[in-house]
């Protein structure tokens, strides 16, 4: 079974100007994920971008890269157009593979570790799909506003008596390329992999990158 892992990044962001490219130490964001994909069992690595100084960076590191068309390079393209146009410039360049594991270089704080478990797991049950999951510990006592009102959507109880929900992470995806084609990035009957908490950050704010240059100098 192939494995090859694709990265989409585009050089726009809302959230943070030229977030891919932010700098955490001395090394943009996309870096993390690019060596941790590198390093992984997964066999080929890619990234998908319209932006030079993305692709500059990529090629430097050893991995390959997919030129983005414009249109699929909007900050309101879904992801799956992207990993259709990925898996066509394959078939164009006369590569195959079997199963598309799709990272994003917002999860800095992915480990190879769980990386290789992903991998793992599809090839130990040769199911169709994985994605990622993480225990969400801020369930408890949430309120929804209706109108001008503010209602709660739990009943009072001891923590310990909480149900425990887990919500996808978006950190790790992996589906057969037929899934892919087919418009689906996850099937009926995936593989849930569950993730610790501090692995699954996913930089959409300020705060959120300055947290994980705290974690990252911490190690």
Request: aromatic share 8%; net charge positive; charged share 30%.
């Amino acid at each position: 079974m192939k494995f090859f892992a694709l990265i989409p990044a585009r050089g726009g962001s809302k959230s943070i100007p030229r977030k891919n490219l932010a700098l955490i130490g001395d090394k943009p964001l996309i870096f993390y994920i690019l060596e941790t994909a590198k390093n992984s069992n997964i066999d080929r690595v890619f990234v998908s971008t319209e932006d030079s100084e993305i692709k500059e960076v990529a090629s430097n590191l050893g991995v390959e890269v997919i030129d983005r068309p414009k249109e699929l390079s909007t900050n309101k393209t879904p992801t799956l157009p992207v990993l259709q146009h990925f898996l066509k410039d394959l078939r164009l360049k006369g590569v195959d593979l079997d199963y598309l594991v799709l990272l994003y270089p917002t999860s800095p704080l992915l480990t190879v570790e769980t990386l290789n478990k992903a991998v793992d797991a599809i090839k130990n049950t040769k199911k169709k799909s994985l994605l990622s999951i993480v225990e969400d510990t801020r369930n408890f006592k949430i309120w929804e506003k209706r109108g001008n009102k503010f209602v709660p959507k739990f009943k009072r109880v001891n923590r310990q008596y909480v149900p425990k929900v887990y919500r996808e992470n978006g950190t790790v995806y992996i589906a057969h390329k037929d899934l892919i084609e087919q418009g689906k990035l996850v099937d009926k009957d995936p593989i849930f992999l569950l993730m610790r908490e501090e692995e699954s950050i996913d930089i959409d704010t300020p705060f959120q990158l300055r947290l994980v240059k705290l974690l990252l100098k911490d190690k």
